[in-house]
């Protein structure tokens, strides 16, 4: 079975700073999806970033990017120009990519990201 | 909709209550997914409706949950003698298929808590 671990409970960054939340993953599959969601108070989850096993650029979306490592496992997300309403949990999630598969998402424990003015 | 909507927002019922979570997925999307979760944890996979039909109820804890999708639309997550172990926030997703590319979409969750 997969699993998803973030081990950083909490982060917090400066305004206009950098931050990087660690993520990785245990699987035996090779073409899978991995994704980073983020969950203000409100609740609802937003995707920040997908990335897809098969390629290997590492993707990005405006101030969000990943560090991709297929070998190792780990599906790390940059924030970069940290705002204030970027203050939220942040699940690293995992899909198979397999046929048989309901693609439902498999997700870490999550990272709290607190950004300071 | 514009998104995915679940209602009610929160919930507070007593325990050995009977209660239904609605959620009313994107239009036209045919894949809708109810997640679990709970204090300081990830969602967790509950159920899966391809459709009509439940494709996937390996997440479900016991069977005092159960699902529905009559129409293919709008699910609701029915939970009978709600223990206090149930509350949790209870999240619903929606996506156009199961295809592996298909980004899923949440809505704002129901807050289940069981006094």
């Known amino acids: 079975a997969q699993t998803v671990t973030q081990s950083q409970p909490e982060m917090s960054v400066q305004e206009a700073e950098t931050v990087t939340l660690s993520c990785t993953y245990d699987?035996?599959?090779?073409?899978?999806?991995l994704f980073w969601y983020k969950q203000p108070p409100s609740r609802q989850m937003i995707l920040v970033i997908r990335q897809e096993a098969y390629k290997q650029q590492n993707a990005t979306e405006n101030r969000f990017s990943v560090n991709f490592q297929k070998a190792a496992k780990s599906f790390s997300l940059k924030i970069s120009d940290s705002q204030l309403g970027d203050a939220a949990m942040y699940f690293c999630?995992?899909?198979?990519?397999?046929?048989?598969?309901?693609?439902?998402?498999?997700f870490g424990k999550g990272t709290k990201l607190s950004v300071k003015p | 909709g514009a998104g995915v909507s679940q209602t009610p927002s929160n919930k507070v019922t007593e325990k050995g209550k009977y209660v239904e979570l609605r959620c009313d997925p994107i239009?036209?999307?045919?894949?809708l997914y109810w997640y679990r979760q709970s204090l300081g944890q990830g969602p967790e996979f509950l159920i899966y409706?391809?459709?009509?039909?439940?494709?996937?109820d390996s997440g479900l804890p016991n069977d005092r949950f159960f699902a529905v999708r009559p129409e293919g639309s709008v699910s609701t997550l029915k939970i009978q003698r709600t223990e206090r172990g149930d509350s949790a926030v209870y999240l619903c997703a929606s996506s156009k298929d199961r295809i592996r590319s298909e980004v899923a979409f949440f809505g704002q969750g129901t807050r289940l808590t069981v006094v």
């Open positions: 409706f391809q459709g009509t039909g439940a494709a996937d």
């Open positions: 699987t035996s599959e090779s073409d899978y999806y």
């Open positions: 239009s036209g999307h045919t894949a």
């Open positions: 999630a995992y899909r198979t990519s397999s046929r048989g598969s309901q693609g439902n998402l498999i």
